[in-house]
């Protein structure tokens, strides 16, 4: 069974840094991308980043890129999220989730619980 | 970017209806169109993959159509489980971008 643990969230000030984890297990986490979204409060989803499976390619959401950080550790079946320079529109819950491939398509088919980023003075 | 526009924004159905989600898309995104719901104080959960697909485990009262710009989610006869809040997601291209979501309550 898949499954994706976030962690690492909490209460920031405005311009501070917070780097958030994923721990995967139940498939192998090298073959496949994995991506961040985040939902602010009593909003929608915003995908925020994408990672591929060897960390060749990485992509980011305008409003994070130059402040916002993916990685992965394979050998540890790990996903990152280092966040700088923190707004008060950063604030949300963040998921990590797992990428499907079909047919050339993508979509996200598991998700983690989420963790929630506050930046507030 | 590519903007997801989902229509109603919100829905008030009873159990037993028959019910349909529309989005679309401000190009073409050929296929590339994923749903998903989620219930309050949950995760996302995938639904509906490469426009009319089927996430395993996921009840034949769902189904996905469309192409290229226009796409639609029915679920052909409303459960009390059913309600929720449902996205579509384009990931045809970077950034990917989800509609603003459509609340489905009870009536």
Redo the contacts between chains.
């Keep these: 069974e898949v499954q994706l643990l976030e962690s690492g969230g909490g209460l920031v000030q405005p311009g501070e840094s917070l780097r958030l984890s994923c721990a995967a297990s139940g498939f192998t986490f090298s073959n496949y991308a994995m ?1 961040w ?1 985040r939902q602010a409060p009593g909003t ?4 925020v980043s ?1 990672i591929s499976g060897e960390s060749e390619m990485t ?1 980011y ?2 409003s994070v890129k130059g402040r916002f950080t993916i990685s992965r550790d394979n050998s540890r079946n790990a996903l990152y999220l280092q966040m700088n320079s923190l707004r008060a529109e950063d604030t949300a819950i963040y ?1 990590c989730a797992k990428y ?1 491939y ?2 050339g ?5 598991s ?4 963790t929630l980023v506050t930046v507030s003075s | ?1 590519i903007q997801m526009t989902q229509s109603p924004s919100s829905l008030s159905a009873s159990v037993g209806d028959r019910v349909t989600i529309t989005c679309r898309a401000s190009q073409s995104i050929t ?2 169109l ?1 749903w ?1 719901q ?1 219930k309050s104080g949950k ?4 639904l509906i ?2 426009a009319s ?1 089927f ?1 395993g485990g996921v009840p034949s009262r769902f189904s996905g159509s469309g192409s290229g710009t226009d796409f639609s989610l029915t679920i052909s006869s409303l459960q009390t489980e059913d309600f929720a809040t449902y ?1 579509c ?1 384009q ?1 045809y291209s ?8 459509t609340k489905l309550e009870i009536k």
């Design positions: 991506s979204v929608g989803l915003e995908w994408s992509y959401a305008d998921y499907y079909y047919s398509t993508k979509s996200f088919d998700w983690g619980q989420g | 970017d296929n590339y994923n998903y989620q995760a996302p959960k995938l993959y490469a697909s996430q996205y997601q990931t970077s950034p990917y971008t989800f509609g603003q979501g």
